[in-house]
C-alpha cells in the first residue's frame, strides 16, 4: 500500500509538470509577436513627445505623460562619478516650453519595444541638438502603461554623453 502511495505521488507530479510546462509553453515573450498596432501606438507616444519639444508645446507634452512621471538621468557629475540625477516633470516642462532661440530636437532611431499587455517598453538611441548645432547623444528608456486604450510614458530615463555618438543615424533621421 505504500508503495502505491509514492507511485500515485509521482505521477501526480508528472501530471503537475506536464501542465506547468504546457501553460509555460502558450506565453509569448514580452519581445515577441507585439502587434503592430500596439508597436506604432507606443512609438507614436514617445514621438509626440519629441514633436511637443520642438514645438515647445508643454500642452502636447503633458497629452503623453503620466501625472506622476519621472525623469532620470545617467551621466557623470562634475567630479566625474557617473551618477542618476532626476529632473522634477515640471522643471523640464517649464525648460523645454520657454520660447527659444533654437529648436530643442532630440532625433530616435534604433528603436526596440517590448510589451506584456498594458505595460511596455522603448529603449533608442538618440542625439539631441539645439537648432543644427549637437549637443549630446545617449540612450533614451521610456517606460508606459495603458489605460483606457491611451498609451502614457511613466519612466525616462537616458544617458548623455558627447562621444561616440552615431551622428550619421541621427542625420538620416533629420532627412525623413
Known amino acids: 500500500m505504500q508503495k502505491c502511495g509514492w507511485i500515485i505521488l509521482l505521477w501526480c507530479w508528472v ?17 515577441e509577436n507585439i502587434p503592430p498596432p500596439d508597436r506604432q501606438a507606443i512609438e507614436n507616444t514617445v514621438r509626440q513627445l519629441f514633436n511637443g519639444m520642438r514645438a515647445a508645446d508643454s ?7 503620466a501625472p506622476t512621471v519621472r525623469l532620470l ?4 557629475n562634475k567630479e566625474g562619478q557617473v551618477v542618476p540625477r532626476e529632473t522634477s516633470i515640471r522643471q523640464f516642462l517649464r525648460a523645454v516650453s520657454q520660447p527659444q532661440f533654437q529648436v530643442l530636437d532630440e532625433r530616435i532611431w534604433n528603436i526596440k519595444v517590448q510589451q506584456d499587455g498594458d505595460f511596455a517598453t522603448l529603449w533608442c538611441d538618440y542625439a539631441f541638438y539645439l537648432g ?7 540612450v533614451d528608456a521610456f517606460a508606459l502603461y495603458r489605460s483606457a486604450g491611451v498609451w502614457k510614458i511613466f519612466s525616462i530615463i ?11 543615424s541621427a542625420a538620416e533621421i533629420k532627412n525623413k
Open 15 to 31: 501530471g503537475l509538470l506536464a501542465v506547468a510546462a504546457q501553460s509555460g509553453a502558450a506565453t509569448r515573450p514580452a519581445s
Open 59 to 65: 500642452t502636447a507634452m503633458k497629452a503623453v505623460l
Open 73 to 76: 538621468s545617467v551621466a557623470a
Open 132 to 138: 543644427d548645432r549637437f549637443s549630446h547623444c545617449g
Open 158 to 168: 537616458d544617458t548623455r554623453r558627447q562621444a561616440p555618438c552615431n551622428l550619421k
